[in-house]
């Protein structure tokens, strides 16, 4: 049993017990700090968008399992858990969603948990687990560790405890392997600024007048007059639709600016500042969340930025973990593997779709129908691939060269010089590398011809 054992285990030590539950403080530079929550950081538009367009994107992509032999040829196999994580992981969640809450739990914790329910060894039903409700307590003994995951259910009244490989453990930067730590609490600081700055915004717009001034009075005010001046300010020149007004003073009254303004504050380039800032924390390229930041000559160019370095590294992140958690060892040794279908995320526009298809139908990598296929165009009855005959054919088992124009078949260890052109074209075998060219035959009649150039004549 090892260190699995009930021996073993009292003397183990407890290292760490982890909950997603709760907000992340950090002090905050307008504010005064506070807890970063999931609801609050749902609050900023910048996240908001910036989860949406991670999340949906890879809960859009299929997840396929293949299988590659020996030789390198890779099949997909049809299997119940593709349907599983595609169309119906459970009766009432569909697979789009749970990939999606999947990949937000990723990004904003750093992990994300989804039992597996299984008949034997069948894969029956996924379930995710809210990460809110998720504690985890990791064990060591020496260099080795191991965990449990502890579910908590009304109200924290029930508990389902579970072990890793009951489990579909996402990770992001771990150490254990169990647990890590997402957005929200290695860049609090960053989400409240963005926080501070929406709210501050919407107080300007809220009262108005701004608390850009101060009123002086000539003599000293009793705190009813100090009420009833505020009173009075607030129902005059308070709020957005009475902004602009003549501000009349009485008698005694005096108003003095002070430089709190939103211009000299230099509040838009701030924001502009924390856009940029978020979109690098998501790994984000910035024109996908401000169309003004646009770099990118393409938009082919911009998906394949949003590909490699954001979407890229969390598909290779669930593929690893799908891998780790549904696949036998036996099926791991025959070499299968779940891998995403990221085509659609390199859709271009239609111009560059069909270029590309005539390029690659031109060079022979795909058939007419192929192509056609890509452009989603119905099939011909005869399909061809297009192979000019100015090229040379060469079979790698056989080691030979087929010239389609010339009608030969070469060794290229062994050339032979050309043969004398023939009056007849090359037959269909002549082309095939995988047959040897047909010798020149003479006809009967030909023999016969010649027979009688070789007899004498008599004189």
């Not at 100090?226 to 009485?250: F, V």
């Not at 032979?416 to 082309?431: C, D, F, G, I, V």
């Not at 009967?444 to 009688?452: G, M």
Request: aromatic fraction near 8%.
């Amino acid at each position: 049993m090892g260190i699995f054992s009930r021996k073993n285990k009292q003397k183990e030590d407890r290292s760490m017990q982890y909950s997603y539950g709760g907000g992340y403080s950090i002090t905050s530079y307008f504010g005064d700090g506070g807890p970063i929550t999931e609801e609050e950081a749902m609050r900023i538009p910048t996240v908001v968008s910036a989860l949406e367009l991670i999340t949906s994107s890879i809960a859009s992509l299929p997840i396929y399992l293949y299988k590659e032999d020996r030789k390198g040829a890779v099949i997909k196999i049809p299997d119940n858990r593709v349907s599983l994580l595609n169309d119906e992981p459970n009766d009432l969640i569909n697979g789009y969603n749970m990939k999606k809450r999947m990949v937000k739990d990723y990004l904003l914790y750093g992990a994300s948990y989804i039992k597996i329910e299984k008949i034997r060894n069948e894969v029956t039903n996924f379930y995710p687990l809210p990460i809110k409700y998720i504690s985890v307590t990791t064990y060591s003994q020496g260099y080795k560790k191991w965990a449990t995951i502890n579910y908590f259910y009304n109200n924290k009244t029930g508990t389902y405890e579970f072990t890793p490989d009951e489990l579909i453990i996402l990770t992001r930067d771990s150490e254990d392997g169990v647990t890590s730590s997402g957005i929200l609490q290695n860049n609090s600081k960053l989400l409240r600024l963005a926080l501070d700055e929406i709210e501050y915004s919407n107080g300007i717009l809220k009262n108005g007048a701004l608390p850009i001034g101060v009123l002086k009075a000539t003599s000293r005010l009793s705190q009813k007059a100090i009420d009833n001046l505020r009173s009075s300010w607030e129902n005059l020149y308070s709020g957005p639709k009475k902004a602009g007004k003549t501000i009349i003073l009485e008698e005694g009254l005096d108003y003095n600016p002070i430089s709190m303004k939103p211009s000299e504050m230099d509040l838009t380039n701030s924001k502009k500042n924390t856009v940029s800032e978020i979109a690098r924390v998501f790994n984000i390229p910035e024109s996908m969340l401000n169309s003004s930041a646009n770099k990118y000559a393409s938009n082919e160019q911009n998906n394949l930025y949003f590909l490699q370095y954001c979407v890229g590294p969390i598909i290779s992140a669930i593929e690893s973990a799908l891998n780790k958690s549904l696949l036998l060892e036996t099926e791991k040794e025959q070499g299968y593997y779940f891998r995403f279908d990221v085509s659609e995320l390199l859709r271009t526009t239609e111009k560059e779709k069909i270029d590309a298809t005539v390029s690659a139908v031109k060079g022979g990598l795909i058939s007419l129908n192929e192509g056609r296929s890509r452009i989603d165009m119905p099939e011909i009855k005869d399909d061809f691939f297009m192979w000019g005959l100015g090229q040379i054919f060469y079979n790698p088992k056989t080691g030979k060269m087929t010239i389609p124009n010339m009608g030969e078949t070469i060794d290229p260890n062994n050339p032979q010089p050309s043969a004398q052109k023939q009056n007849h074209s090359p037959t269909p075998s002549n082309l095939d590398p995988n047959k040897p060219p047909i010798e020149n035959e003479q006809t009967s009649e030909d023999k016969d011809d010649s027979k009688i150039k070789d007899e004498p004549v008599d004189q």
